[in-house]
Each structure stands twice: as C-alpha cells, then as structure tokens.
C-alpha cells in the first residue's frame, strides 16, 4: 500500500516539475538534507574509508560542495583526506576499486591545490601502468580478475583517475593506457545487440525466468556515469573521446528505454516483474548521466531531458523525511530485492551527482 502511494505522489509530482523548474529551491534543501543524513551517519557503514563504498560517496558530495560551496562538505572530505595521509587501500594495488578515492583527492587538489593531494594517486598508476598485468578477465577458477578490469564497475572507479592524471601532466600515457585497457573490458562485457553491459564474464550467459539477458542496473549505472565522467576530462583531439562518446550515445537510448513509468530503474534493468522495487543507485547514475549529456550537448532530444526530470523526481520521492536515501541496493554484483529502508553510500554519491547535474539544467534553462 506504501509503495503505490509512493507512485501516485511520484507522478504527480512528475507532472508538476515538467510545468515549473526542474530543480526548486525545495529540491535544494532535500539533498542538502540527504548530504547531512550522511555525514551524520557517516561511521555507522563499515566499509574501509578509502574503499569503493565511500569513493563513490566522496565523488557526488565534492561535486554538490561544488555546485553550492558548502564548506561543511569541504571540510568533511578534506578531514578524510588528511586522516588517510592522501593515500589509497595498500593491499591491492591494481585494483579499480581502491583507485577510485583519488578522483575526489584530484578535485579537492583543484580547490585546495597542495600536491601531496594527488602525489600518493600518480604514483599508484604510474607503477601500474610500468608494471601492467596481461592476464585474462576471469581466472582459471572461474573468478573475475581483479588485477585488471575485469567487472564493469571498475569502468567508474579507475579510468577517471587515468584522465585527470593526462589533464594534470599533459602526457598521453595515462589516457593511452586507460583507452587499451577499457577497450579489453568493453570487448568482453558490452552487448552490442542490446547496448548493454554484463557485470562480469561470470554472468554473460546468465538468463531470468523468461529466458531473457540479464542487465543489472547499478552496474550499468557505473559504466553510464563513468562514462560523463570520462568525456567531461578527455579532450576531442584524443582517439578515446569519440570511442566513449559512441559508447555513451549507444547506451543513452537503451537507459532511457528500460525507465519505468514512475521515472525509476530496477535492479534489473527488463526483469521489472521479479524486481519491482525502484532502485536509486542505479537511478541516480542514470539521472547523473542523462543530465550531464544535457548539459553538454551530447544529446538535446526532448525524451532525453523528460527522462532525466522524471528519473529526478522519482529520486525526490524515495528520500526519507530525516534525509535518509531510500531503496538503495546493498553491495552485491546481480540484482535482488530491495526496500525502502535500504540504503548505502555510494548510493548518496549517485544521487548528489544527479543533483549537481539537475541543478546546472535548471540554471542553464532560466538564462
């Protein structure tokens, strides 16, 4: 009964943002609300500090600190950062995951400009990339690798770490680096049929009750959102630009189709019948994604920016009153069912990136 009510207020508030703003000042103060929810409950999540779970947090709260100069954000990253010396997780130095806390080192470095931000990042990569593993995306024991890309969501975590590395140096090793490895991860994961990625080799040949593929939402939201990421850093001159942006366009028009009615995506992006709970990791990457290639002019069909105002207020309207993000799928690699009382931190960071990107689109449409 909760949830339909969620649905009919969802639409109605849906109908009412296509005739006003699509960021109000009320939008404002709920992310706003749902950054201090966090931070408050910041030690409640045991995940390591520097690990994957809060990099993605990291990534959307420095960009809404950003967008709105807050300061309590800034100081709250900037604490983290100094507490782990600048550094990342020392056990596995090639894996994507443990790279991704560096992206947020490089923005706090761009306000704060103190090299020892991103020195620790550069010299990760540069052993990574003087030191590179050939070895296969999955193991002998059936395993995805680690060492290399071997899980689509490695596509956010590590390849803007690369770009902002070549932005800051000006040498084309990392981007070059960066493309051949994503190029190696695409060939194995990306349906081209249906513009898609699998999570992990494990699961390509995976099927549901119908017999149909399986698209795990959360990790085509990474991809999609690292994607922006990617083409907001990598500069049109490189040979890896219009490959991301083919990849990116490729995957707009599937996102956009598996969006339910509502404005949300599903943990399993076509399975909507054995999933239909919202589920707002996923969303707020696509919503991030969506109102990024707005922005920039990627894409300016109107269904792209009805997609993108309907996916935010589905978001609005999953937001506890106490600033808490609900349906947030708990850390996993398929999809499954989730609640309302769910949630996670990376799933703040997917939203925080779309509030970011929305705010933008309203500021750009009353000039």
């Not at 990024?292 to 920016?305: H, P, Q, S, V």
């Not at 970011?356 to 309203?362: G, I, P």
Request: aromatic share 14%; glycine share 6%.
């Amino acid at each position: 009964m909760r949830k339909s009510l969620y649905a009919v207020a969802g639409l109605m508030i849906i109908l009412a943002s296509c005739k006003t703003s699509y960021f109000t000042a009320k939008d404002k103060k709920t992310v706003n609300r749902v950054a201090d929810w966090q931070i408050k409950n910041y030690s409640d999540t045991l995940a390591p500090v520097t690990g994957w779970v809060h990099a993605a947090l990291y990534r959307g709260m420095v960009e809404w600190a950003n967008s709105t100069q807050s300061e309590k954000i800034y100081k709250f990253l900037y604490q983290i950062g100094e507490q782990q010396n600048w550094g990342m997780m020392p056990e596995r130095v090639y894996d994507a995951d443990d790279v991704c806390v560096g992206q947020t080192y490089f923005r706090l470095y761009d306000k704060y400009g103190k090299e020892e931000m991103i020195t620790k990042v550069k010299d990760r990569i540069d052993y990574i990339i003087a030191n590179p593993d050939t070895n296969p995306l999955i193991t002998k024991e059936g395993k995805y690798y680690r060492n290399r890309w071997g899980w689509c969501d490695a596509l956010f975590m590590a390849p803007p770490v690369y770009a902002r590395l070549s932005l800051k140096t000006g040498d084309n090793k990392y981007l070059d680096f960066c493309f051949s490895e994503y190029k190696v991860t695409t060939d194995s994961l990306y349906d081209r049929d249906r513009k898609l990625f699998y999570r992990d080799l494990r699961l390509v040949n995976n099927r549901d009750a119908k017999g149909e593929k399986i698209f795990w939402g959360r990790g085509n939201g990474w991809v999609y959102a690292g994607l922006a990421l990617m083409l907001d850093i990598v500069p049109a001159s490189h040979p890896s630009y219009n490959y991301y942006k083919t990849l990116y366009l490729e995957m707009t028009d599937a996102i956009v189709k598996s969006q339910d009615a509502n404005g949300a995506w599903h943990s399993s992006l076509f399975d909507v019948a054995t999933y239909p709970q919202p589920e707002n990791s996923a969303s707020g990457f696509f919503v991030y994604g969506l109102s990024w290639g707005l922005n920039n002019n990627l894409i300016t069909d109107a269904t792209y920016r009805q997609a993108a105002i309907k996916g935010w207020r589905s978001l609005q309207q999953y937001v506890h009153p106490d600033g808490k993000l609900g349906y947030v799928q708990p850390i996993g690699h398929a999809p499954r069912d989730i609640t309302f009382d769910m949630t996670a931190p990376y799933g703040i960071g997917a939203y925080l990136l779309a509030a970011t990107e929305m705010r933008k689109m309203a500021a750009k449409k009353t000039k």
